[in-house]
DNA sequence: CAAGCTATCAAGCTATCTATTGAATAACAA
DNA sequence: TTGTTATTCAATAGATAGCTTGATAGCTTG
């Protein structure tokens, strides 16, 4: 009798997952986790919300189970459950990017001027050749957290002053978050202007990973 | 000085095609349009909801960019908007049943004692070898709008009358929407209590179809 | 153009979600 | 113990979402 209860409830379940997607908060928050675990008041201070509210979102994100957490004496450590919610994640991303015209037009208003691009096998040419060095703009514990090999970190806000470690010689590639992330179209822009040729890596380090995981065999169940 | 607001901007426009997979209702739809497009009422009486409510929740789907729908006559014809959204829909169901106990346990209780399986590669062998046949066993409608190559149609409720045509000399294979669709199973285990070698293929239409893509380079964007 | 069918709209009620506030709890250190 | 910090809980008000009902609009057919 009650089959149609069951279908229901299945659908009901899946959809706990669903719900943790639908809010632009919950969003920007798995957006930072793709790049590194956090604390709950450092994702309130990157997302600008109150702890509190972080909180509660973070516990629906749980809740769908997006996310795994763990106590760390006095804080607790927030991170995604895993490679296949990242990929998700993307997916998400990637699709309202490609189906969604406010996406669009939104991404274009918050990052501002195309800069140039390079593909990530480009990169491993010029990387093999050594006509040019990659950097890492995002802040420093997302660069600890995890890297393309043979990146080197210079956070955006340092850029300016570090300039001189940047070989002159050299073409720079600079990647950080994913398509999404503006800074290193900022880099890009402030070193094409201080006389230098530099270009964005296509994609950040949560695809590169993903990637790399894909081609090595340790793809999704 | 409005950074913050285009990116908060860009995390709202991509919250609206996350809202579409909020709803057990939507995810039903989905599931439904999955398989072939339909119109309204064919959802309506498909998922159990009344026809406006149905419309509502298409479009809802449709403002997330999951849908597109073209007017038919008097009908109006909604479908999924493109693979990407198939593959999307796929991941999140995916990764639900993976991360959430609820799910697990909901598909369990829907889907009754497990059946033996087979999976595509093993499928195409056997169906060179000529051992075994395979069967559709969804609504005639879904097959007609596409089908594993060389299956055969039986809709589940035909099954019992129409098992002559099936050659008793060969196993049988059974698929249907994918592996959270009970039609399989119950074939199965129809064709084994009729003294049958009956096996349930590994995921459905939607999985073949996509996995064909993918193998002819006909991938995502 | 009138009838009939399909889909959408509009209004209303209930339930759920969101962000805020202030209090409670957990881990740790002195 | 007491104090301190990080996180969660509880209660609230305002906004949104979900389903129902009855009216409206689009297309087709006679």
């Known amino acids: 009798m009650g089959s149609h209860d069951n279908r229901h409830a299945l659908f009901e379940a899946m959809a706990l997952m669903g719900k943790a997607f639908a809010s632009p908060v919950r969003l920007e928050l798995l957006d930072l986790l793709a790049q590194a675990p956090r604390s709950v008041e450092e994702l309130a201070r990157a997302s600008g919300q109150s702890t509190a509210n972080t909180s509660q979102h973070l516990q629906a994100l749980h809740a769908g189970g997006l996310l ?3 106590r760390e004496g006095t804080r607790v450590r927030y991170a995604l459950a895993g490679e296949d919610v990242l990929a998700l994640w993307l997916a998400l991303r990637d699709t309202s990017a490609a189906r969604l015209a406010e996406v669009e037009r939104a991404a274009r208003e918050y990052l501002g001027d195309d800069v140039e691009q390079i593909d990530s096998e480009e990169l491993i040419v010029r990387l093999d050749r050594g006509t ?8 420093q514990q997302e660069f600890t957290a995890g890297h393309i090999p043979s990146a080197r970190s210079i956070p ?3 850029l300016r002053q570090r300039l001189a470690e ?3 010689d050299h073409e720079i590639i600079v990647y950080c978050r994913g398509p999404f ?11 094409t202007a201080s006389g230098r040729t530099a270009r964005r890596l296509q994609g950040g380090w949560p695809e590169w990973h ?3 995981r ?8």
Chains 1, 2 share one sequence.
């Open 68 to 70: 795994v957490r763990r």
């Open 166 to 168: 940047l070989p002159d």
């Open 214 to 221: 894909a081609h090595t065999g340790k793809g999704a169940a």
């Open 210 to 212: 993903l990637a790399q």
């Open 181 to 191: 992330c503006v800074y290193a179209h900022e880099a890009v822009r402030h070193l």
């Open 132 to 139: 040019a060095v990659l950097v890492d703009v995002r802040p």
């Open 156 to 158: 955006l806000a340092e």
